[in-house]
């Protein structure tokens, strides 16, 4: 049985940070995105002066927020209390393995599900509900609660482990087949990294260097981009080992030139945690043998591993026409059609359901051997059974539940699923515990990527503009390096950019909050060249722009990272007082003239209020970064304690 107890625990205590980095960005950006005073209040979403029983409550929205009252606390004030407690909670998990436990798992995953619950389209992205699948896995995987034998390797760890795998497939195929079920030309063309650097979300600086990188190596990292999705994840449940430590240094690579280039906060940290699951103990501690039968096993295993990857290569070469021109560059050309590719993902559907099935199958057959073989004593022998057997029907079930999402892949395969299977996983979809995902569908920006200016005036004719702490604005602003904190406003700005339709909740909010200068909601946007801090304007409007980075000419003495051109009005010019608007946000709940409910733990809301004054001065990437870096002097210090009291 192949060691995973190592691989298992750093895989928690990964998963422990990246709740950190959710946790800590959404807790400095509460009051300006739901306090009450914020785009979209969370209590638009919870009534807590309903008189209704606390568990019909928790039926209609099962959210922790609930229990505020019990507090003496609002809403508001409550999101406090989860946000910070599930910093602490990951906190200890990063810095201890002694709360690497299902218990802490647990209350992390309600903790993060409840906020999740009211975030609105703030919160609707696919690394929220990735990260719920993969917190609630970790419920399965983390042990009851530490002990030293938990340095023994036991034989569920195999079978729960094996879920995260399950998983990473899942994500990273359905990634890379979407981007070409969706029929989008640029993807067709293999153009799509022409744009992407300047269209994404929030580029960092060396996304501008990676713009203008040759036509045809970007053309080439495309097709890169194409295979690491669609042909490597397959690779994950290859029983050589080596083939599938391969695999994981391909995707590390893949992830960490995301991470370079594109401020995607916790997702792709996430993904690295979720890579973990393709390594064992071996990997960690390297197995030294003299042994000649184990030496000729292990040269066996690097030729095969070579065997496997020139395939795929020659396989490469062959479906995108790579070749070499006459000027020593590499041209590649897709050369299958779509009907093609439909027929070919028509069968690898059902196929990697069946490898997945194939594969967990002998996970589950190593364990109940082990637990008979390796375990010592007939009573341990009939508990470790009775325990596998538990983990085995959760993880089985589990896995049945992912199918229905992950067929919808080709629409041949909807039929195929049970139908009461399909009324399970409906029933239970809210909880977020199995996913479908699929990432850049269709590329934007062919023409330029549009960004939504919003402008202020006090009637004198001139417009001045605001600006955003990390989305592209000022021509000359830098490109930051924000990630893993995300900031939701910044990101949903780039989605309005995407649409014409103005008329969004959160959006007339964002133009009300402005123009009454709400500082809730001037703490997301640049506060420091806020043009209208005396005096909130009397009007605002938003208009249209198209950005395209600058030549690469001017890579040496750089002035401004973008030009831009308006493209049109956005939307119309409103006031403080504009009655359509009002009305609109008012029957949305988003304004109020009287306060939802009284706070009566007024020592408790100090302390919060304190808390917040504190954070409040530290920028926020700079504040998840700091907290990791004292993370990690906690545990260097404690490594290095114990390595003095054994010496």
Request: include cysteine.
């Amino acid at each position: 049985m192949a060691q995973v107890r190592y691989t298992r625990n750093l895989f928690l205590r990964g998963i422990c940070i990246v709740y950190l980095f959710a946790f800590l960005s959404f807790y400095v950006q509460i009051p300006g995105l739901y306090g009450d005073n914020g785009i979209l209040p969370a209590r638009t979403q919870v009534d807590l002066k309903a008189r209704a029983p606390l568990l019909q409550k928790l039926k209609q929205k099962p959210t922790l927020l609930w229990f505020a009252p019990y507090l003496g606390l609002n809403v508001e004030y409550m999101l406090d209390i989860l946000s910070l407690f599930g910093v602490i909670l990951s906190f200890a998990g990063f810095v201890s393995q002694r709360f690497c436990i299902a218990l802490v798992f647990s209350l992390l995953w309600s903790l993060y599900y409840s906020v999740y619950q009211i975030g609105q389209t703030f919160m609707w992205y696919q690394w929220d509900v990735l990260l719920l699948e993969a917190g609630f896995l970790c419920i399965l995987i983390a042990p009851f609660w530490y002990s030293q034998r938990e340095k023994i390797n036991t034989p569920s760890d195999a079978v729960t482990f094996w879920t995260i795998r399950w998983l990473l497939f899942r994500l990273m195929f359905s990634s890379g087949v979407v981007k070409l079920t969706s029929g989008c030309p640029i993807w067709w063309k293999l153009d799509a990294l022409n744009v992407y650097f300047e269209s994404q979300g929030i580029p960092t600086a060396l996304a501008w260097y990676a713009h203008h990188l040759p036509t045809w190596f970007l053309r080439l990292t495309t097709v890169g981009v194409n295979i690491f999705e669609l042909v490597i994840p397959f690779l994950f449940f290859f029983p050589n080992r080596k083939v599938r430590i391969t695999a994981f240094y391909m995707q590390m690579f893949l992830q960490i030139h995301i991470i370079a280039t594109g401020n995607y906060n916790f997702f792709n940290f996430l993904t690295i945690c979720l890579c973990i699951s393709l390594l064992d103990d071996q990997f960690f501690y390297k197995r030294k043998s003299n042994n000649n039968f184990y030496n000729l096993v292990k040269y066996f295993s690097t030729i095969l591993c070579i065997l496997v990857y020139a395939g795929i290569l020659y396989g490469t070469y062959v479906y995108y026409n790579l070749r070499i021109t006459d000027n020593w560059t590499i041209q590649s050309d897709i050369a299958f059609t779509q009907e093609q590719f439909d027929y070919v993902l028509s069968r690898a559907v059902p196929i990697s359901m069946s490898i997945g099935i194939v594969s967990l199958g002998f996970a589950i057959a190593d364990a109940t051997v082990n637990s008979l073989l390796t375990v010592k004593g007939l009573r341990n022998k009939i508990v470790t059974m009775f325990v596998t057997s538990l983990y085995t029907a959760a993880v089985c079930f589990i896995v049945a539940l992912s199918f229905v999402p992950y067929a919808t892949l080709h629409n041949s395969h909807n039929s195929t699923i049970p139908t009461e299977l399909r009324k399970i996983q409906g029933k239970i979809d809210h909880l977020r515990l199995v996913n479908s995902y699929g990432l850049f569908r269709r590329m934007t920006g062919m023409g330029g990527r549009p960004e939504v200016i919003i402008e202020g005036s006090n009637g004198d004719g001139s417009w001045k503009e605001y600006e955003f702490l990390y989305k592209p604005g000022n021509v000359n602003n830098s490109l930051p390096f924000v990630a893993p904190h995300q900031p939701r406003l910044d990101w949903q700005m780039w989605f309005a950019a995407l649409s014409t339709d103005y008329q969004k909740p959160w959006l007339m909010s964002l133009a009300y909050r402005l123009l009454s200068g709400q500082p809730e909601v001037m703490a997301l946007m640049n506060n420091v060249e806020n043009p209208f801090r005396e005096k909130p304007p009397l009007y605002i409007r938003a208009s249209l722009y198209r950005y395209h980075y600058t030549p690469w000419s001017q890579s040496w003495n750089k002035q401004a990272w973008w030009t831009r051109e308006k493209v049109g009005n956005y939307f119309p010019i409103f006031s403080h007082d504009h009655l359509p608007i009002i009305d609109y946000l008012t029957k949305m709940k988003i304004i109020r003239d009287k306060s939802t409910f009284k706070i009566t733990n007024e020592p408790l809301k100090l302390i919060l209020d304190s808390i917040r004054s504190l954070v409040h001065k530290i920028e926020a990437s700079l504040l998840l970064w700091g907290v990791f870096t004292a993370g990690c002097a906690i545990i260097m210090t404690g490594y290095n304690n114990s390595f003095l009291k054994k010496k």
